[in-house]
């Protein structure tokens, strides 16, 4: 299985639009990150793990000449905005599957409504087949996905495992029984925001400790704020075997 890290800011993106921040300024192409996102691939799958505003960018990027499907973690902006950009592939593949909770998929429905008309539906629309995830694991080809539970604040979002390796975003509470579904990973990818504590969001350190307690033999950080500091010198910081993803990272499962 190969990884690749599309995007790994929070839901401004770094820079920030007009900041002057230290970080939003740095040269450093490990300190720019685009939306968060993930393209998985196995077999002959190519999957994304949601789809934000910069979709369209980490697509071309990334010399994506194909997507199966885009598995959402839930419905905000940095996470969804990227529909549209379907378009390409819906052309070439035809409908493209999409999974997220009941409640993401009727959040989409509102948002690109011209995707989901069914009369009179524009020739330029792209189209999709709906999979709702429930909890339950479901199977895309030989492999088991099993969505993993949280809250982001109040909402409820999905994580999802992918055989060795899971990739939790937007998280900032894991109920014990739902972390119990990540024992024996090789990676694990999971939020850290900034040092600061924040609502919605795990800190660095509630991200260190959520690792801790899962054990697997590799982290990466990711979903990002510019208030986190330079890539090079948080990375240094951070303990064994514990990353700061950056985009366009790719690693193999
Ligand atoms: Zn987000």
Redesign the pocket.
């Known amino acids: 299985m190969k990884v690749t890290f599309l995007g790994t800011g ?2 401004q993106g770094i820079p920030v639009i007009g900041s002057t921040h230290p970080v939003c300024l740095s040269d450093n192409p490990k300190d720019k990150r685009l939306r ?1 996102s993930v393209l998985v691939e196995w077999d002959n799958y190519s999957y994304v793990v949601d789809c934000g505003p910069d979709f369209r960018q980490q697509m071309l990027r990334a010399n994506c000449e194909k997507v199966d499907g885009i598995i959402f973690t839930h419905e ?1 902006a ?2 969804v905005m990227g529909l549209d950009d379907i378009r390409p592939f819906f052309f070439r593949q035809g409908n493209i599957d999409i999974y997220g909770h009941q409640r993401v998929i009727n959040a989409l429905e509102r948002m690109f409504a011209y995707i989901f008309e069914t009369e009179n539906k524009y020739p330029g629309a792209p189209s999709v087949n709906e999979h709702y995830v429930d909890g339950t694991p479901f199977r895309i080809g030989s492999l088991e996905v099993v969505p993993i539970d949280g809250l982001h604040n109040t909402l409820q979002v999905y994580g999802y495992r992918f055989d060795k390796f899971a990739y939790l ?2 998280m900032k509470t894991v109920a014990d029984s739902e972390m119990k579904k990540l024992q024996n990973l090789d990676v694990l990818v999971v939020n850290a925001l900034r040092e600061e504590p924040h609502l919605s969001h795990f800190n660095l350190e509630e991200a260190l400790n959520f690792i801790e307690k899962v054990k697997p033999k590799r982290a990466y950080l990711t ?1 990002i704020s510019h208030h986190m500091g330079f890539h090079d010198e948080v990375q240094q910081k951070l303990p064994e075997n514990v990353y700061l993803a950056y985009d366009n990272l790719q690693i193999t499962i």
């Open positions: 929070t839901s968060v905000h940095d996470h975003t937007d979903h």
